[in-house]
């Protein structure tokens, strides 16, 4: 390591120090030994071990447990405008390439895993949308938003705003308040509507993205839904916990017979059915606002069949670890009660979004359920979150989507 370092060191422990070096890019404030100089919130530290060796340069945080988030092991690299553009269009041509150039609407940043921690950007057609939830990415947001901006536009991206959807509590564990609404954009005036249209899979989607859940629309979830609707021709769909009714969308546009969408909140029925006629499908869908876990139980004791193809994507059951015991509880009934109301020979698609919900125990969930329902499960595909949240294999938070389509037999 260089001797002339312009950073603060802070120290690491010999456990922190093999965390980092099997490819973490998180520091725990435990592990921090000392510190040698001072830093501000959310500045730039060296990463030392107790034998000087250099480990990487990263933000510190002063009110996480996550004490610094790494974003170089390069002792080399220098921090500044010219860096951080790299970055964004190294990030933007990953997705051109695995989304074989269908752009128009994905996660163009996804956290650590493009070496922006705590970051997210999701594009909306013509919106970009931020949420920033590390202080050192606070920090530095007012270079790095016009960056983005400046990329996508000079790839022939037309981009008209960056509305910033920083309403979420976690933010409070950074020491920072919640707050949402334009970023503005030097000499431009922001956009009037924070609504825009997105086209995915051909269904287009009416995307509020100040009121809309997350970001707006959940992107991960693009590939699955395309795999349901290859699926769904001439069956008799159920889709639980719609949403915004995107798997009912592609269902019903897959050819299905018919099609039932459930979830409990009125206002997403309502948005579900403005999606369903807006593609002209309004009249293959069959809107509920119920509760699964009442609706299951009912149609049971009502005896029939009348599902050949339940989709289960659910919201995140569990947000902690202390919470996955219930969680798994909660998962197990609405795929047992699932299981039984179909018939022999019908489909399942069934996910999970937490990533507190590992992929070993989700598997153990459905083989347990499978037994408690006294059938088979036919594995057709396991698959994940699509390729624009690419998973790093040394960083396991990024990797929390669990999708599986089965049949039954």
């Known amino acids: 390591m260089k001797a002339d370092r312009a950073f603060p060191r802070f120290i690491i422990t010999k456990k922190g120090t093999r965390w980092v070096e099997q490819g973490h890019p998180w520091i725990y404030a435990e592990e921090v030994i000392r510190e040698e100089g001072t830093c501000e919130n959310g500045a730039l530290v060296d990463a030392v071990s107790e034998q000087g060796k250099y480990l990487g340069t990263g933000f510190v945080s002063r009110e996480s447990k996550i004490r610094v988030r790494l974003v170089s092991r390069n002792a080399n690299d220098r921090f500044d405008e010219a860096f951080w553009k790299r970055r964004i269009e190294y990030a933007w041509n990953y997705r051109k390439t695995v989304m ?9 940043i996804f956290g650590e895993a493009d070496g922006f921690p705590g970051l997210t950007v999701d594009r909306f057609s013509d919106l970009l949308v931020t949420q920033t939830l590390s202080v050192g990415m606070e920090k530095i947001k007012a270079m790095l938003f016009p960056l983005l901006a400046e990329v996508l536009r000079a790839d022939g991206q037309t981009i008209r705003g960056i509305y910033e959807r920083n309403d979420v509590a976690i933010r409070a564990l950074e020491g920072m308040e919640q707050n949402k609404g334009w970023f503005c954009l030097s000499g431009e005036r922001p956009p009037e509507s924070t609504v825009t249209e997105i086209c995915e899979n051909g269904v287009y989607y009416s995307v509020d993205v100040e009121n809309g859940q997350k970001t707006g629309f959940f992107l991960d979830q693009k590939y699955n839904r395309l795999a349901v609707a290859k699926l769904a021709k001439g069956k008799r769909v159920l889709d639980c916990f719609t949403h915004t009714g995107s798997f009912a969308l592609n269902a019903a546009a897959g050819g299905a017979e018919s099609v039932t969408a459930v979830d409990i909140s009125a206002s997403a029925v309502e948005m579900a059915k403005a999606n ?18 009442d609706l299951l139980p009912a149609l049971a004791e009502e005896g029939k069949k009348p599902f050949d193809f339940i989709i289960l994507d659910p919201p995140a059951f569990t947000k902690s670890r202390k919470t996955v015991n219930s969680a798994e509880r909660g998962y197990k009934e609405i795929n047992l009660r699932a299981l039984k109301l179909l018939p022999r020979g019908g489909y399942l698609a069934t996910a999970s979004c937490s990533h507190f919900m590992p992929a070993e125990l989700f598997v153990k969930m459905l083989r347990s359920a499978a037994l408690d329902a006294g ?27 669990k999708f599986y389509l089965f049949q039954v037999v």
Do not use: M
């Open 276 to 293: 369903a006629a807006r593609n002209g499908l309004q009249d293959k869908i069959h809107f509920l606002n119920a509760d699964v876990f």
């Open 375 to 401: 059938v088979e499960l036919r594995q057709i595909e396991a698959r994940q979150q699509s390729p624009d949240h690419p998973i790093l294999w040394n960083v396991p938070e990024t990797d929390y989507l």
């Open 100 to 108: 074989g150039g269908d752009v128009s609407c994905c996660r163009v």
